[in-house]
């Protein structure tokens, strides 16, 4: 990497909304923030052997147009203005100087470009854009994710709760067999009307039992009216602050080894942030805790989209 031969000053701003950053030299390695912030203003003094500091709480970084090759960024705040990506180290010594790829919208443009997206998921996506909540949708990446899941299960029988236009629960009727079931349930009867357009146009209407109530209510339901673990998989995608009660009653109805999915873990980022402590904040982050310490399952959090965490039952 390399490193500049003076100190100098970049300024840097940076907001969840905008990234925005300016910097006027090559590259340089950093120490450590002093503390983590995603609200970081001002003025970042970057030294020769390694230091920065910054006028405001916060910190971070750091990447010009003029850079060539990577940055890399030791802590826990980062951003990037630079085409060819960023690459962030853990500011935790234990996990040595492991690099994890920091997505750019250059990298994610790539990324989406290979997605391989059915076109009548194309055409729902392309159609919800123009309503209102299209940015609740899940991305293609992180619907080709979930039907890949549903096909290594050899799923027959799915849940998903909070099916907005459809984008999600048709990625995964489109992979179910003709035999498999998915319960597909929203309280929004204008954006499910939507939904069962584009399941009659892909031809998976039979496959798909549309419920017009409550995540909870349905749930309920299902466990009145099921066998206990007679489902194989589940994606969760509804009211945030009932993630856990979601999550309870889904894993009296997934099987062992069954899977459950669970959406906006990482909710931009917000969930890291320990100077942000609005409720949904802090409900998810309370829910990511519950589920790390659950020996009921096993768990992996994927950083797509807003974050999934995958759950698998044991
Ligand atoms: C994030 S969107 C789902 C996006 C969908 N998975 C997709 O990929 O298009 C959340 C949906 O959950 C629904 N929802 C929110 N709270 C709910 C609840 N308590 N019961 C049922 N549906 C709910 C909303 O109406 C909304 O359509």
Redesign the pocket.
Known sequence: MAISAFSYIASASYSNRNHKLRCWRSSFSFSPPSRPSSRCHGKIRAHKHGKVSSRSNGVTVLSSAFFRGKIRIRGYCMLSTSPNGVAVISSNENYGNKEVISVTPQLYEYILANVREPEILRELREE?AGMQ?SQ???SPDQ?QLLAMLVQILGAQRCI??????????LAIALVLPESGRLVA????AK?LEVAKRYYKRAGVSHKVEVKH????NVLESLIETEEPGCFDFA?V???KR?YKEYYELLLQLVRPGGVIVI??VLWHGRVADPLVNDKKTMSIRDFNRSIFEDKRVSICVVPIGDGMTICCKR
Not at 163 to 168: A, I, K, L
Not at 185 to 188: E, L, N, S, T, Y
Not at 213 to 216: C, E, F, K, T
């Open positions: 919800t909540g609740m949708q899940v619907a998903e709760i909070g099916v907005y236009t459809g984008y999600s629960s349930c929203d309280r929004d954006c109530a409550l995540a909870i994606f995608d509804a009211e009932m959406d906006n």
